[in-house]
């Protein structure tokens, strides 16, 4: 372990000013959270991420893309299925390619700038900290804090995320991935300011995150830490008591213009709206009833996307998945609807992920490709063909849609972009308004 163990002076100093902390902060948290802010989503292939490798090409990042969507299905359907046991480890709920949108937040007194991947599957929130710039520095934090194993935060964590040799040790975490990537370090506290659209900081008060003196190499580069948006006890969502919030996300092309998320009172609930389904807290769930193409519904079984009685299947809303996924009996029966509706060359695609692709140029398919539309019960999504293929090499669109090997299916945030997203989580609904996102 990296970290150093404080002496017991000091082990008593933080514990007493973690109780001191833990008392000033209620308030000051539910009274921001109340008004809202709203932040930049960096995707992680634009030219702003830390993230951005110059030398890959507009192909290659799709590759990339594809990969990633794919280790996501497998993580989280590693995560769903084991729900049931008794000993489930919700530490895992952090993704190996840790996501694709990144929010900028500030963390400490004085605040150090922090790039990390939003993620509405996972409830951690976490900073690479160390000794050195450009991560945080806890010694430098004033305001900063830590949990001992006897705290309650530390108790929320689960049996599987903690190493508690004794009750007055550090509260040290450890989160173990579906790929065996591993970020660890010590359940902390300190001050949260976010970045608005206008560089504005908005403060939140403090938040519970785990602070990390040791993370695998797929957390490299700048990309320094997760933000959960889950509904579980830990993530952002939960701390602030947060009722709604909502995204809208730009198409590629128009990246330099933003897209944005939005907490609380700016949040914007609008459009149609499909329940969100009660009792999972760990990603959000909806009812998919069908997809059609122009008039035609593609034939499914009936309630193929419903989750069943023992937590397998269902569909679900990520934005942290590039692509859509959809169980194999809704993707063969996709595929041949759409292969027969659209009137130009087919063949499969660079890799085994894209089944379906269409030669010509973007109007070609344009003008040939009737609208995909997704039911949800009580909305529709309509995919524009800019958020329904992509160009995976010069002059073959394919599918952006993945077959998932399991049961389970997902709303990728490729298909949502130029959608406003609102989650509201009192009256339990996600609503779709379809915008232009570079337009906000
Ligand atoms: C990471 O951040 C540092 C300091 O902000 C910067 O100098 C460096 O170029 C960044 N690296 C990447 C890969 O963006
Ligand atoms: C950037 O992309 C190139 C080409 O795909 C690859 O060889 C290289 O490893 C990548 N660099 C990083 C830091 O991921
Ligand atoms: C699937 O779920 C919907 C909405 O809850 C329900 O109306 C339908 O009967 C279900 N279908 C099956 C086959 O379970």
Known sequence: ?????????????????????????NSISSSTAGDGFSVRLIHRDSPLSPSYNRSMTAYDRIQAAAYRSVLRLNHIHSLTTTFSSSEHDISSRIVPENGE??????????????????DTGSDAIWVKCSQSSPVFNPAKSSSYGYYLCDSLPCEDLGVGRRTCAEL?????????YGDGSTTEGTLSRDKFAFEDPERNLADVGHLDFGCSDFSSWHFRGNQSGALGLSRQPLSLISQLGIKKFSYCMVLPDNEGSGSRMYFGSEAVISGGQTPLLKGVDWYYYVTLIGISIGDQNVPLPD???????????????????????????AYDALIEALGEA?????????????ELCFEGSFENLDSAAPDLKFIFDGAEVILMKQTTYIEAEK??????????????????????????????????????????????
């Not at 087919?346 to 894209?354: A, F, K, M, N």
């Open 1 to 25: 372990m990296g970290i150093s163990l404080p002496s017991l002076f000091s082990t008593i100093f933080f514990f007493l000013n973690t109780i001191f902390v833990l008392q000033s902060i």
């Open 395 to 440: 002059g073959l669109w394919c599918l952006a849609m993945v077959r998932s090997n399991e049961e389970l299916s997902i709303l990728g945030n490729m298909q949502q972009q130029n959608y406003f997203v609102g989650y509201d989580l009192e009256q339990e609904v996600v609503s779709f308004a379809p915008v232009d996102c570079a337009t906000f």
């Open 303 to 329: 309630g193929i996307f419903n989750m069943t009685s023992d937590g397998e299947g269902g569909f679900i809303i990520d934005s942290g998945t590039t692509y859509t996924f959809l169980r194999s009996e």
């Open 168 to 176: 007055l040790d550090p509260c040290y975490y450890r989160v173990i």
């Open 342 to 354: 659209i009137d130009l060359p087919q063949r499969r695609g660079p890799s085994e992920w894209y």
């Open 101 to 118: 949108y990144i929010v900028t937040f500030s963390v400490g007194t004085p605040p150090t700038q922090v790039h990390a991947f939003m």
